[in-house]
């Protein structure tokens, strides 16, 4: 009953979009005023409906109902309720759910809110948002229906995957799917903006909360997916460039250029056709990014194949939003103007080059993602893994660490060098001393330009607020520079991590002892334990930092029985210099444990910058929002008091 | 004693789903697979390599992030061939002979991949282009921007 009702509020949606669609057209035509007042109540009803629909399906999936297909396949009785929730989305249907959902939430929300567009442009922005989610809504109810029952209930469910059963990665898909939703935002604000040739300030400052909010969550959903793995892989890595890695950075990199671009529109009412193809490419990427995870054609072109209209559904919507839109873009890209012009020295400027910097790095990353999927074509099999992307990516990266150290100090429109050499003395100083020590210390030269440029960094994105009353800082103004550090940070953390990790593989008896970097390392037992769908093997680890006390550690081995697998459970100790690592392996023939050790100085840097460069993002984003209700308010006022003296 | 007899058939239950797992390893494991060389400098030579193999059995990573039993085997071919002495690209060769350029991830460069190793320079070049056709632009701007000045 309950799937039925679903999918009938799912059709219901669509038919909501298409209405949202055709009157958003309409409304845009010199005679369409009457349709005005549709488009608003239809894009927040088509809101609601989907939310309901979603919540239907949780509900199938916490009263565990084995008839619906998705259930059985992706459910089981016995599995924690947090997990039965998150097990909604930890699959294909039920995320593509998710993703329509959040953004027709989204775009419901936008026709509550937005003011400050002028009337066309947002019915435009509305019609384009209802276009997108209807390509969705199409791949959700022709191709990939979440309530389908099954002829016969199954007895059991099939469970989920024991890797996807963790808190952390419960929470990450939906995370990057508001990201990947608020550039579908930034999307159609670009494409309405581009139908009524009305690209300007307001236009973004309309758009940019989106790209703002949108950009923190890729830029936490990141962190914590790189945390995710670093912990529960259990051989203390944390990046692998995998190609579902890739695309989740490459929406973030062209998000940031898009939201630094947005951020000079909106301040100089310059970089006008630049960040409308930005917007363009954000959405793309996000795009791209579902393709190649939702799809299958990552694992091999062939598994692509076993279930080709998927893939090939969501490779048409990619084609149809993305050539589309390049096509309106090359259309009206004569009208659109380049906007205010400014020096070679100026902070725009600088925010030019580091936008064409992370656009380098994205044309790397994708390149690189794809270039096996080509090859394949051609029938060689090719990776292409860290020892390409390293250092490529570098070749952009590093020359942009220097201009984001100099751009915000830089005035707009026109500036002299000359004037910020001496502030920048410092950071100068500081970078050249630690690359040299770290040369000297004979780190590679990639740890070592990231040491230096991290350090020089760290300490210029605090200089804009030198000579500022601390108090009285705008937030948008905390929100870089605490972003920039992130960035910095998170350089310097990775950087040590490659430069200064440290491995011990061992095979020890109980009460055997080992060291790797400061900690000895003592097995004092091994133990049985069980949990609520798994048991494990426990290890009881004493570490001595340094034959100072002991730290108890508790690594694990879990097997997992519905659906059958296994996953170590590393445990980790950090300290404000670093993190210990440890994991348990096998059993050995002789009846020893296999035992991994490492001792990783300074790698929580990576994290903790992915979170400050979010914190950064945040408080930006408040101290905007803050300033658009007061506006909002203030106008409302003036209107009320307008209206009174009319009277 | 009757809870110790309870116990150890509890124990004995929790272990037993391992038991299936175990069975798939029943051939010794490879010596190397889960040790390290005695010689550090030998040791990092071989983790180096093995950053830049990939796992054939695993979705992504190398055979020095993997616990499947062919990353083992052949981290153990890794170190050994290290330990006798052989360079690291001789050896990455040899596994490409025997795997196929899959296994590498450092692309090698042949007419197939040249695209992939053009790309960052046409990429810089396009950049280039960009950046100097505002400059242009900019500097232009520059002088009409100095000369409204007082």
């Given at each position: 009953?309950?799937?039925?009702l679903g999918?009938?509020?799912?059709?219901?949606?669509?038919?909501?979009?298409?209405?949202?669609?055709?009157?958003?057209?309409?409304?845009l035509?010199?005679?369409?005023?009457?349709?005005?007042?549709?488009?608003r109540?239809?894009?927040?009803?088509?809101?609601?409906?989907?939310?309901?629909?979603?919540?239907?399906?949780?509900?199938?999936?916490v009263?565990?109902?084995?008839?619906?297909k998705?259930?059985?396949?992706?459910?089981?009785?016995a599995?924690?309720?947090?997990?039965?929730?998150?097990?909604?989305?930890?699959?294909?249907?039920?995320?593509?759910?998710?993703?329509?959902?959040?953004m027709?939430?989204?775009?419901?929300?936008?026709?509550?809110?937005?003011r400050?567009?002028?009337?066309?442009?947002?019915?435009?922005t509305?019609?384009?948002?209802?276009?997108?989610?209807?390509?969705?809504?199409?791949?959700?109810?022709?191709?990939?229906?979440?309530?389908?029952?099954?002829?016969?209930?199954?007895?059991?469910?099939?469970?989920?995957?024991?890797?996807?059963?963790?808190?952390?990665?419960?929470?990450?898909?939906?995370?990057?799917?508001?990201?990947?939703?608020?550039?579908?935002?930034a999307?159609?604000?670009?494409?309405?903006?581009?139908i009524?040739?009305?690209?300007?300030?307001?236009?973004a400052?309309?758009?940019?909360?989106?790209?703002?909010?949108?950009?923190?969550?890729?830029?936490?959903?990141?962190?914590?997916?790189?945390?995710?793995?670093?912990?529960?892989?259990?051989w203390?890595g944390?990046?692998?460039?995998?190609?579902?890695?890739?695309?989740?950075?490459?929406?973030?990199?062209?998000?940031?250029?898009?939201?630094?671009?947005?951020?000079?529109?909106?301040?100089?009412?310059?970089?006008?056709?630049?960040?409308?193809?930005?917007?363009?490419?954000?959405?793309?990427?996000?795009?791209?990014?579902?393709?190649?995870?939702r799809?299958?054609?990552?694992?091999?072109?062939?598994?692509?194949?076993?279930?080709?209209?998927?893939?090939?559904?969501?490779?048409?919507?990619l084609?149809?939003?993305?050539?589309?839109?390049?096509?309106?873009?090359?259309?009206?890209?004569?009208?659109v103007?380049?906007?205010?012009?400014?020096?070679?020295?100026?902070?725009?400027?600088?925010?030019?080059f580091?936008?064409?910097?992370?656009?380098?790095?994205?044309?790397?990353?994708?390149?690189?993602?794809?270039?096996?999927?080509?090859?394949?074509a051609?029938?060689?099999?090719?990776?292409?893994?860290?020892?390409?992307?390293?250092?490529?990516?570098?070749?952009?990266?590093?020359?942009?660490?220097?201009?984001?150290?100099?751009?915000?100090?830089?005035?707009?429109?026109?500036?002299?060098?000359?004037?910020?050499?001496?502030?920048?003395?410092?950071?100068?100083?500081?970078?050249?001393?630690?690359g040299?020590?770290?040369?000297?210390?004979?780190?590679?030269?990639?740890?070592?330009?990231?040491?230096?440029?991290?350090?020089?960094?760290?300490?210029?994105?605090?200089?804009?607020?030198?000579?500022?009353?601390?108090?009285?800082?705008?937030?948008?103004?905390?929100g870089?520079?605490?972003?920039?550090?992130?960035?910095?940070?998170?350089?310097?953390?990775?950087?040590s991590?490659?430069?200064?990790?440290?491995?011990?593989?061992?095979a020890?008896?109980?009460?055997?002892?080992?060291?790797?970097?400061?900690?000895?390392l003592?097995?004092?037992?091994?133990?049985?334990?069980?949990?609520?769908?798994?048991?494990?093997?426990?290890?009881?680890?004493?570490?001595?930092?340094?034959?100072?006390?002991?730290?108890?550690?508790?690594?694990?081995?879990?097997?997992?029985?519905?659906?059958?697998?296994t996953?170590?459970?590393?445990a980790?100790?950090?300290?404000?210099?670093?993190?210990?690592?440890?994991?348990?392996?096998?059993?050995?023939?002789?009846?020893?444990?296999?035992?991994?050790?490492?001792?990783k100085?300074?790698?929580?840097?990576?994290?903790?910058g992915?979170?400050?460069?979010?914190?950064?993002?945040?408080?930006?984003?408040?101290?905007?929002?803050a300033?658009?209700?007061?506006r909002?308010?203030?106008?409302?006022?003036?209107?009320?008091?307008?209206?009174?003296?009319?009277? | 004693?009757?809870?110790?007899?309870?116990?150890?058939a509890?124990?004995?239950?929790l272990?037993?789903?391992?038991?299936?797992?175990?069975?798939?390893?029943?051939?010794?494991?490879?010596?190397?697979?889960?040790?390290?060389?005695?010689?550090?400098?030998?040791?990092a030579?071989?983790?180096?390599?093995?950053?830049?193999?990939?796992?054939?059995?695993?979705?992504?990573?190398?055979?020095?992030?993997?616990?499947?039993?062919?990353?083992?085997?052949?981290?153990?071919?890794?170190?050994?061939?290290?330990?006798?002495?052989?360079?690291?690209?001789?050896?990455?060769?040899?596994?490409?002979?025997?795997?196929?350029?899959?296994?590498?991830?450092?692309?090698?460069?042949?007419?197939?991949?040249?695209?992939?190793?053009?790309?960052?320079?046409?990429?810089?070049?396009?950049?280039?282009?960009?950046?100097?056709?505002?400059?242009?632009?900019?500097?232009?701007?520059?002088?009409?921007?100095?000369?409204?000045?007082?």
């Amino acid at each position: 009953m309950i799937a039925e009702l679903g999918l009938a509020i799912l059709w219901m949606a669509a038919a909501l979009a298409v209405l949202q669609l055709v009157a958003g057209a309409l409304a845009l035509r010199p005679q369409g005023a009457a349709m005005l007042g549709v488009v608003r109540p239809v894009a927040v009803m088509q809101g609601i409906l989907v939310a309901l629909a979603f919540a239907a399906l949780i509900t199938l999936f916490v009263t565990t109902d084995l008839s619906v297909k998705l259930v059985a396949e992706n459910s089981h009785s016995a599995k924690p309720l947090i997990f039965k929730i998150a097990g909604t989305w930890g699959n294909h249907e039920g995320s593509m759910l998710l993703w329509v959902t959040i953004m027709s939430l989204a775009g419901g929300f936008v026709a509550l809110v937005e003011r400050r567009l002028p009337e066309k442009t947002l019915m435009a922005t509305l019609a384009a948002q209802a276009f997108v989610s209807l390509g969705f809504y199409a791949f959700l109810l022709l191709a990939s229906n979440p309530f389908a029952r099954l002829p016969q209930p199954a007895p059991e469910g099939a469970g989920l995957n024991p890797l996807l059963q963790d808190i952390g990665l419960a929470f990450h898909p939906p995370t990057l799917y508001v990201g990947y939703v608020g550039l579908s935002i930034a999307f159609s604000f670009a494409v309405g903006a581009l139908i009524t040739r009305d690209v300007g300030p307001a236009f973004a400052r309309a758009m940019r909360p989106w790209v703002l909010g949108a950009w923190i969550f890729l830029t936490i959903g990141i962190t914590a997916g790189s945390y995710w793995a670093y912990y529960t892989l259990g051989w203390g890595g944390w990046w692998f460039w995998d190609p579902v890695e890739n695309a989740s950075l490459m929406p973030w990199l062209a998000a940031t250029a898009l939201l630094h671009s947005v951020s000079v529109l909106a301040a100089r009412n310059a970089l006008r056709a630049w960040t409308v193809m930005l917007g363009v490419i954000a959405f793309s990427m996000s795009m791209v990014g579902t393709f190649l995870v939702r799809s299958g054609i990552l694992t091999s072109v062939h598994a692509f194949a076993v279930d080709p209209a998927r893939g090939s559904f969501i490779l048409a919507l990619l084609a149809i939003y993305i050539g589309g839109a390049l096509l309106l873009f090359a259309l009206r890209a004569s009208t659109v103007t380049e906007g205010a012009r400014f020096a070679f020295v100026s902070r725009e400027a600088a925010l030019v080059f580091n936008n064409v910097m992370l656009c380098g790095i994205l044309g790397i990353v994708l390149l690189g993602t794809l270039y096996p999927l080509l090859t394949e074509a051609f029938g060689v099999k090719v990776s292409v893994g860290p020892p390409y992307f390293n250092p490529v990516a570098a070749i952009f990266a590093f020359p942009m660490f220097v201009v984001m150290a100099v751009g915000p100090l830089l005035r707009w429109k026109d500036d002299r060098g000359g004037r910020i050499a001496p502030i920048l003395a410092v950071p100068a100083l500081v970078a050249i001393a630690a690359g040299g020590a770290a040369f000297v210390a004979g780190v590679r030269v990639l740890p070592a330009l990231g040491l230096a440029l991290g350090a020089g960094l760290a300490i210029a994105s605090l200089l804009p607020l030198r000579g500022r009353n601390l108090r009285r800082t705008p937030l948008p103004i905390w929100g870089m520079v605490i972003a920039h550090l992130g960035i910095a940070v998170a350089a310097l953390g990775m950087a040590s991590e490659s430069a200064f990790s440290t491995e011990t593989l061992a095979a020890l008896n109980p009460g055997e002892t080992r060291q790797v970097g400061p900690y000895a390392l003592t097995l004092d037992r091994i133990d049985p334990v069980a949990g609520p769908n798994w048991t494990a093997l426990q290890a009881t680890v004493s570490a001595r930092y340094d034959g100072g006390d002991a730290t108890v550690l508790l690594p694990q081995a879990r097997v997992f029985a519905n659906p059958p697998g296994t996953r170590t459970e590393s445990a980790l100790k950090t300290r404000w210099n670093g993190q210990l690592y440890v994991v348990l392996g096998e059993e050995g023939q002789d009846g020893r444990w296999q035992m991994r050790f490492w001792w990783k100085p300074f790698v929580p840097l990576i994290w903790l910058g992915g979170l400050l460069v979010g914190l950064g993002g945040l408080l930006a984003l408040i101290g905007r929002v803050a300033r658009d209700v007061k506006r909002l308010v203030a106008v409302d006022k003036i209107a009320f008091r307008r209206e009174r003296q009319g009277r | 004693m009757k809870r110790a007899r309870f116990i150890s058939a509890a124990t004995l239950a929790l272990l037993l789903p391992l038991a299936p797992l175990a069975a798939q390893d029943s051939l010794p494991p490879a010596p190397y697979a889960y040790r390290q060389l005695p010689d550090p400098a030998q040791e990092a030579k071989a983790q180096a390599l093995m950053e830049t193999l990939r796992c054939l059995k695993c979705q992504s990573q190398s055979i020095a992030d993997s616990d499947a039993s062919m990353a083992g085997d052949m981290r153990n071919e890794v170190r050994t061939r290290i330990a006798a002495g052989e360079d690291p690209e001789a050896i990455r060769q040899w596994l490409i002979d025997r795997y196929g350029d899959y296994v590498s991830y450092t692309p090698q460069v042949k007419p197939l991949t040249w695209p992939l190793f053009a790309a960052p320079g046409v990429f810089l070049g396009f950049a280039a282009l960009l950046l100097r056709g505002r400059f242009r632009r900019g500097k232009r701007a520059n002088a009409a921007l100095r000369k409204d000045k007082p």
